[in-house]
Structures are given as structure tokens and as C-alpha cells.
């Protein structure tokens, strides 16, 4: 019942910026840690950014000072801003997160992937 949906992604120059958005809807109890995640092609999936549920943030070292995560635990939305973006940057994103569903019957932690959203920067 839980699902993730994001947004955001696309064509973009070198220099430019997106940012990402990342919907958790369904029987939601709470959210615990979001991240994200890309895959490059021919590259294994690699950790871009989390966040947790008191808003403390991890970023991997390519793109630290460039990108920020951020989420509106209201809205059960994480985003992800990404500026400066380069030709490297170019994969397919994907959301994250670990939420307890309310329609369980047992208390239970799941991990939930979004489908992706492909980002592509040229040079």
C-alpha cells in the first residue's frame, strides 16, 4: 500500500540545476530515513544523499557543496537540489526510504524504492 513517486528529473546543461522530488503516499505510520540513490550506466547504484527523521544529513564526497537534501515531513516529500551539475552527474535517481506501515499487523519497518527519474546533463 505503501509507494514512492518521484519527479523532477531531465535534460539540463552543465552548470544548471534540478531538483527532485519524492512523494511516500499510502497507510503511512511514520518515515524513518529517505535517501537518495543513482545508477550511472554500466555503474553500480551508489549513495547520493540521506536524511533522517530529525533532518540530520549525509552527503557522498562528489557531491558535497553541490547538492542538497532536504524533506517536509508533512508532506511525506523528500527533495533533493542539485546545482552546479555536471556531465558526470548523469544517471538515473532513485528515492528511498524506510516507513512503518499503519495497515500492518505487526509492527513492521519496510524499505521502499521509487521507480526512478533519469537525470542528463551536457556538456
Known amino acids: 500500500q505503501v509507494q514512492l513517486v518521484e519527479s523532477g528529473g531531465g535534460l539540463v546543461q552543465a552548470g544548471g540545476s534540478l531538483r527532485l522530488s519524492c512523494l511516500a503516499s499510502?497507510?503511512?505510520?511514520?518515515?524513518?530515513?529517505m535517501g537518495w540513490y543513482r545508477q550511472a550506466p554500466g555503474k553500480q547504484r551508489e549513495l547520493v544523499a540521506t536524511v533522517t527523521s530529525g533532518d540530520t544529513t549525509k552527503y557522498a564526497d562528489s557531491v558535497k557543496g553541490r547538492f542538497t537534501i532536504s524533506r517536509d515531513n508533512a508532506k511525506n516529500t523528500v527533495y533533493l537540489q542539485m546545482n552546479s551539475l555536471k556531465p558526470e552527474d548523469t544517471a538515473v535517481y532513485y528515492c528511498?526510504?524506510?516507513?512503518?506501515?499503519?495497515?500492518?499487523?505487526?509492527?513492521?519497518?519496510?524499505?521502499?524504492w521509487g521507480q526512478g527519474t533519469q537525470v542528463t546533463v551536457s556538456s
Open positions: 499510502g497507510s503511512i505510520l511514520s518515515i524513518n530515513a
Open positions: 528511498n526510504a524506510d516507513i512503518v506501515d499503519s495497515s500492518s499487523r505487526y509492527p513492521y519497518s519496510g524499505n521502499y
